[in-house]
């Protein structure tokens, strides 16, 4: 059995939301838009929009969903050449899909937004990062406490659109009773400490995303917020 809350907000600061999200049957994704004007919220959108239909054909693993964010890719890079209004925009993915017959995790992922596993007490960040700033970590060159105040800390290295081609990150593992998973922009995990979302996440599920997304608000919303959180039982 899967419980799933999804909220997002405009946040503080920001004139207009370009953060999308879908909840659909065993898929969830989040996209943050990049680009000016209206450009991020289309970039994001398509994104949605290509989960969407690869839910309703039938997801399947892995690679699945790595092809359907290559084409949301193809997508938004064709858009962005077709129409100078859009010239430059782009969006982060990160898509999950929980497979209840086979006791499956399934995941792909493009950007700065973050998957997270809650298990036993335990929360990690399941994807990486695809920012400067995770680039300088990896090479050893700053602490991640460093990372966490860089000036560069949002320059992405890699995002859908942006190239005509792009590398998808995608794995799988198998679940666990009382798994719990977080997908999250990073208007909410730049606002939120890991400790105080381990709290919320293993909370109530039905309104945990709700109350992420206040919590980010409450802390001065700099971007655009948003979260899915679901827990997941064996049936």
């Known amino acids: 059995m899967i419980e799933v809350s999804g909220a997002s907000d405009i946040g503080c600061v920001r004139t207009s939301n370009e953060d999308s999200f879908g909840v659909f049957d065993g898929v969830y994704v989040v996209a943050d838009g990049l680009g000016g004007h209206a450009a991020g919220e289309v970039a994001s959108r398509m994104v949605v929009a290509a989960v969407e239909e690869l839910s309703r054909r039938g997801a399947g693993d892995a690679a699945a969903l790595v092809a359907a964010v290559q084409e949301a890719n193809a ?95 995608g794995d799988g593992f198998p679940l666990a009773a009382g798994d719990r998973f977080l997908l999250a922009t990073d208007g909410l995990t730049n606002m939120v400490e890991d400790e105080e979302l381990r709290e919320i996440l293993g909370g109530d599920i039905v309104d945990a995303a709700e109350r992420m997304v206040r919590r980010a608000v409450a802390a001065g919303g700099r971007d655009n917020i948003t979260a899915i959180a679901l827990s997941y039982e064996p049936s």
């Open 75 to 169: 997508r938004v890079h064709r858009a962005a050449e077709e129409n100078p209004a859009y010239e430059g925009m782009g969006s982060t993915a990160t898509v999950l899909r929980i497979d209840e017959g086979t006791g499956m995790a399934y995941y792909a992922h493009v950007g700065d937004s973050r998957l997270y596993l809650l298990r036993s007490g335990i929360l990690r960040q399941v994807s990486r990062d695809h920012s400067y700033v995770e680039e300088l970590v990896a090479q050893g060159k700053i602490s991640e406490d460093e990372a966490q105040h860089h000036p560069r800390k949002n320059l992405l290295m890699r995002a859908v659109g942006v190239d005509a081609q792009i590398a998808v990150d």
